[in-house]
């Protein structure tokens, strides 16, 4: 699909540093959704096909050198956007998506891969998002949520690269990239979400 031309569904994007609570959201606002009428497919990236499946596991297993991994990022992609993200939205589907090519510009970007050009290549072939919920918590709470605090050196170093990667998704000024103070209990931050997308036009008014 050439983007938007046969879009009928919608492309709801969710991202943020780890711990921002792109899972915990992505769920409550499919049951939202749904309640609402709507058919909803949930997805993440990196994916578990075959290209996803050796990204998530280079966690573990040592991370690839930055050409292997973009082009890892890329085929996962791809397939990605082939098989469900284009199919679901040309049958009209809202797909929420955990990370998709806003995640690459900021964690290759850091590895020292050019953004603009990280954009260029995913924007030839995946759809743009109707909107991108940027989960925004501070560094500090990141680290409190997924338990690192107090970790020492290895702590110091996620610090670091979550404050870069917080950075790169600030400076992402577009329409559709929303910024979603994340940083508050969870039925707040529900609320949050419900009324940007009212705002954006994406949901009606309630
Ligand atoms: P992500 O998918 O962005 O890494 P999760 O949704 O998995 O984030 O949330 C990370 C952790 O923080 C989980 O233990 C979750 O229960 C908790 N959590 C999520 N949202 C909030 C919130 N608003 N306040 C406090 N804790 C939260
Ligand atoms: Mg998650």
């Known amino acids: 699909m050439s983007f938007t031309e046969n879009r009928k569904g919608k492309l709801i994007v ?8 792109k899972s915990t959201q992505i769920q409550l606002l499919k049951e939202k959704l749904e309640k609402l009428g709507k058919h909803v497919i949930t997805s993440f990236e990196p994916t578990s096909g075959k290209w996803g499946s050796l990204l998530r596991a280079s966690g573990s297993t040592g991370r690839y050198s930055l050409e292997e991994e973009a082009e890892l990022f890329l085929k996962d992609r791809r397939e990605h956007v082939d098989t469900l993200i284009v199919p679901a939205l040309e049958r009209g589907d809202w797909v929420l998506l955990d990370r998709y090519y806003i995640s690459m510009m900021a964690y290759q970007g850091i590895r020292g891969m050019n953004i603009k050009q990280i954009r260029e290549l995913n924007e030839k072939f995946a759809p ?4 991108v919920l940027w989960l925004d918590i501070p560094v500090k709470e990141s680290l409190n949520r997924i338990g690192m605090r107090g970790l020492g050196v290895n702590s110091f170093e996620k610090e670091e690269s979550l404050r870069q990667c917080r950075a790169i998704f ?6 559709w990239m929303v910024r979603i103070d994340a940083d508050a209990v969870i039925d707040l931050v529900v609320q949050r979400i419900v009324r940007s997308l009212v705002e954006h036009g994406i949901l009606p008014e309630e």
């Open 14 to 21: 969710f991202e943020g540093i780890d711990g921002a609570g």
């Open 170 to 175: 600030e400076s992402i000024c577009e329409p």
């Open 128 to 131: 743009v998002p109707d909107v």
